[in-house]
């Protein structure tokens, strides 16, 4: 029996960490390191784990504060669902972020401190941002851009060409993020500033429109700029191809589907991204 409930807890603290988006981040700090001509591959190891952990923390703590919100709207999550509980999923996010922060600590003092940075504020948004979230998107799409220059800065410079990528993954999130607040309208209701919220849902759709169509001219931009490989300009094109689709989706509604299609792009996108290093 105890071996049973110690099982499910471990479960729903790997649910709590979203492996799946620490996993892009974990790669995209891999692209930054090895597109700088990193040499040293333990160091770019060390710094991919630390900006994983980070990240892990980042969406463990956003659990915790949003538990009381998630108790009537997302019940299956683990604190509502009754799997861990608040404090066990504090204590957690609290040990990822320092040993994150320990890591980069190791690599030099820019990781270090681009590390603290964005710890800091994956705390400040839950705690303070979730309640103006227009402003957090712009958290959320700048940890995900600063991955790439986060693995950069690895090697003791940025490249850029890493700035580029970081500029594309930046706006496609952005447009990902809006996308995303205008699926959760209702959920948010009363209870967060949501750019839907504040400016209504078709003035939305222009920015995500308006997002996605940078980041196609940033990552058709860095192929003509930096005379990029053919595998990059394949897996591009599919990206805009998705990101097309997207579009559609997001006109006709159908929000869900479009923001899920959104995330398929920017697998997309990454692939293509480390297929650069071909």
Not at 164 to 193: P, V, W
Request: proline fraction near 2%; aromatic fraction near 12%.
């Amino acid at each position: 029996m105890k071996k049973e409930i110690f099982k499910k807890k471990i479960f729903a603290l790997i649910e709590l960490m979203r492996p799946g988006n620490c996993l892009m981040a974990l790669i995209a700090i891999l692209v930054g390191y090895a597109v700088s001509r990193g040499g040293d591959y333990s160091i770019a190891l060390i710094t991919a784990i630390a900006g994983f952990l980070i990240c892990a923390g980042g969406q463990a703590i956003n659990d915790y504060f949003d538990a009381s919100i998630d108790a009537k709207v997302s019940k299956h999550k683990p604190i509502p669902s009754k799997r861990i509980t608040r404090k066990e999923a504090l204590w957690f996010s609290i040990n990822l972020f320092i040993l994150g922060n320990l890591l980069a600590l190791t690599i030099n003092s820019m990781t270090s401190n681009i590390a603290l940075l964005f710890t800091t504020l994956l705390v400040i948004y839950p705690l303070f941002l979730n309640k103006v979230k227009y402003l957090g998107n712009f958290i959320v799409a700048g940890g995900t851009a600063v991955t790439f220059v986060f693995g950069s800065i690895a090697t003791g410079g940025i490249h850029d060409l890493v700035i580029a990528l970081a500029i594309t993954a930046f706006f496609a999130n952005m447009g990902r993020e809006i996308t995303k607040d205008i699926e959760d309208l209702k959920k948010d209701k009363n209870t967060k500033k949501t750019l839907p919220n504040l400016i209504g849902v078709n003035n939305s759709k222009l920015f995500v429109i308006t997002y996605y169509l940078l980041a196609i001219i940033a990552g058709l931009g860095t192929y003509i700029l930096f005379l990029l490989n053919t595998y990059y300009l394949i897996f591009i094109l599919a990206t805009i191809t998705i990101l097309f689709y997207t579009t559609i989706l997001l006109l006709k509604n159908n929000f869900r589907e479009s923001q899920k299609f959104s995330k398929i792009g920017m697998i997309f996108a990454i692939i293509g991204f480390v297929l650069i290093l071909i």
